[in-house]
């Protein structure tokens, strides 16, 4: 088993910064990458960010490609999420997952989930 906790979260103005972060615990070294999701009310959880393990491969939603940046301290067992010029529609719940197998969009092929951290983004 993998336990994921994020962490960083809070209210910002809009074009404002955030840093979240995700501590992985637990069987780390089955952990083939790493991605963070968002959730805002009333929709379905989408896909942001994705990052290899390695840092062999990174990849983007469009949406957020140019303004976020994922990371990766393989030392620490910590993803982070540089989040910079935020806008009102980034507010959501931002939850980080964790897979097995497979560096994808698809939240159905992540194994583990963290609670979610609150993202707010004030206009």
């Known amino acids: 088993q993998v336990q994921l906790a994020e962490s960083g979260g809070g209210l910002v103005q809009a074009g404002g910064s955030l840093r979240l972060s995700c501590a992985a615990s637990g069987r780390t070294f089955s952990i083939y990458a790493t991605a963070w999701f968002r959730q805002a009310p009333g929709k379905e959880r989408e896909f942001v960010a994705t990052?290899?393990?390695?840092?062999?491969?990174?990849n983007y939603a469009d949406s957020v490609k140019g303004r976020f940046t994922i990371s990766r301290d393989t030392g620490k067992n910590t993803v982070d999420l540089q989040m910079n010029s935020l806008k009102p529609e980034d507010t959501a719940v931002y939850y980080c997952?964790?897979?097995?197998?497979?560096?994808?969009?698809?939240?159905?092929?992540?194994?583990?989930w963290g609670q979610g951290t609150q993202v707010t983004v004030s206009s």
């Open positions: 997952a964790a897979s097995a197998t497979y560096s994808t969009y698809s939240r159905r092929r992540y194994d583990y």
């Open positions: 990052i290899v393990w390695s840092g062999a491969s990174i």
